[in-house]
């Protein structure tokens, strides 16, 4: 779809565009959806609020955290998430680890113009969030 033609709100562009694709990942999850700027669950005292694109939660964790940009968003904006993510990461596997979760992890996408990328963070990794896979749409002709 050529850039011109796609959705200039983020939140159309989310709806739009990502959702099928962030569902078509997860949907066999039974994870509980939250779109749109649901606020993630912070621990109490917590100061700071968390609104990510979409999280899905299971058994009341979070598990899956995804931050989105449409195309024509400024390297500022994609700074922003890019620093938020592990944030809501490393919040949600201290939630898990404080519950007694064995061996969480919470898996972050970054989606940004045609980019995506996967992070996993885990006890694995010390709590650092890994990259997992990266990969970049290819353009139409129509694009280029």
């Known amino acids: 779809m050529p850039s011109s033609s796609l959705p200039q709100n983020e939140d159309t562009y989310t709806q739009a565009i990502?959702?099928?694709?962030?569902?078509?990942?997860?949907g066999d999850l039974e994870l509980l959806d939250h779109w749109n700027r649901d606020p993630l669950p912070t621990p109490t005292g917590f100061?700071?609020?968390y609104n990510p694109d979409y999280f899905g939660e299971y058994d009341g964790f979070p598990m899956v955290i995804v931050e989105i940009k449409k195309p024509g968003a400024t390297d500022d904006d994609i700074e922003g998430d890019q620093r938020r993510l592990p944030c809501m990461q490393k919040l949600m596997l201290d939630r898990m680890l404080s519950a007694g979760v064995k061996d969480p992890e919470v898996v972050g996408f970054l989606i940004r113009r045609s980019r995506c990328?996967?992070?996993v963070m885990s006890l694995d990794h010390e709590a650092l969030s890994a990259e997992v896979c990266a990969y970049t749409q290819q353009k139409n002709k129509e694009e280029e």
């Not at 990502?18 to 997860?26: A, D, N, R």
């Open 18 to 26: 990502v959702k099928g694709i962030i569902l078509s990942v997860v």
């Open 47 to 49: 100061e700071e609020v």
């Open 117 to 119: 990328e996967i992070t």
